[in-house]
């Protein structure tokens, strides 16, 4: 082998350089991730940072890709992420007969027992190809908002739509960008008022930074996390960095959006009643600069007992949705 390696490098000098020097560098990668992994809370998974997985990343990352592209690239990063996730589900043995005549003895999920419950926006990304590749399964939503004109507000929690059985089922909660945590522990919250196990939870997400992670194992260290990438950290506005940008209006099509509890009359309060005397409540309308085939909230809103605030945003714990 040194024989070799002596006499590549005497005939091939140039080239082993340049090659020597990609092989140092990936190795160095590698290290650096090996050592990264090392550093987060027990209980996460982070996908292989291969060439494959990194391709993927670049195209997410570039601010330039259309959103074509970037829905493209996001199933397909989805796709990765959630065959990882669902290597931590509860399988059960299963023995079939092959065409040849012969017993295999494999295993066996069922769909049923999985609940997908998606933190809207950038959940349903997931939960649209889990149920692709589980259509069996039982579904879920939550939506948390964060006001716009004062942070101090924090992230509120204005749906939680869970089948009754939940607490019988596997979930896997879906997020698309995890930064500060913060909408991932109410999430979770929501999912413990409803007496789920911690451990009977899969958290799968495409990008986290490593401050989310931590902040959502301090408050539930028993469940399982599944990421496509760690990234470096937070930035001065708490986003995750370096990033996906704002994922629901990337992936969706949309602008910035955001609600407003408006009258059908211009100021005046509303005379009209529901049949019981009791004055109609003013309508809460979702306005948004296009149009998009995202979770129309609108319909969902009234629902909610929480209040509605004028002129919310709701971009969930910064660039999560």
Do not use: W
């Not at 080239?15 to 090392?38: A, Y």
């Not at 995750?240 to 704002?246: D, E, Q, T, V």
């Amino acid at each position: 082998n040194n024989d070799n390696n002596i006499n590549s490098s005497q005939h091939h000098h140039h080239h082993n350089n340049n090659s020597s020097s990609s092989s140092s560098g990936s190795s160095l990668k590698d290290e650096l991730q090996r050592t990264f992994v090392k550093q987060l809370p027990p209980g996460v998974s982070v996908l292989p940072q291969n060439n494959s997985v990194v391709a993927l990343q670049t195209v997410l990352r570039d601010a330039q890709t259309d959103t074509e592209e970037f829905v493209f690239h996001t199933d397909r990063f989805c796709q990765m992420v959630l065959a990882e996730t669902l290597h931590h589900l509860p399988y059960r043995a299963l023995t079939v007969q092959t065409p040849t005549d012969t017993p295999f003895v494999g295993v066996d999920l069922d769909p049923s027992r999985i609940c997908a419950v998606s933190i809207v926006r950038g959940g349903d990304a997931l939960k649209n190809q889990l149920l692709e590749m589980m259509p069996e399964s039982v579904v879920g939503e939550i939506i948390i908002a964060q006001s716009g004109s004062d942070k101090a507000i924090g992230p509120r929690l204005y749906y939680c739509k869970l089948p009754k059985n939940v607490h019988k089922t596997t979930v896997i909660v879906m997020d698309a960008v995890i930064s500060t945590g913060n909408n991932v522990v109410m999430a979770l919250q929501a999912l413990k008022d409803h007496h789920v196990q911690q451990r009977n939870i899969v958290l799968s997400c495409l990008i986290a930074s490593p401050q989310g992670l931590r902040v959502i194992k301090r408050s539930f260290p028993d469940i399982r996390i599944v990421c496509g990438a760690i990234d470096a950290g937070l930035d001065g506005n708490m986003f995750s960095s370096p990033g996906l940008g704002a994922f629901g209006d990337r992936y969706f099509g949309t602008d910035d959006y955001e609600f407003e509890a408006k009258s059908e009359e211009s100021s005046a309060p509303s005379t009209s009643s529901g049949g019981n005397g009791v004055p109609a409540q003013s309508p809460t309308s979702l306005t948004r600069r296009q149009s998009s085939s995202a979770f129309d909230l609108s319909t969902q809103l009234p629902e909610i007992e929480a209040p509605v605030i004028g002129n919310l945003r709701p971009r969930n714990d910064n660039n999560d949705q």
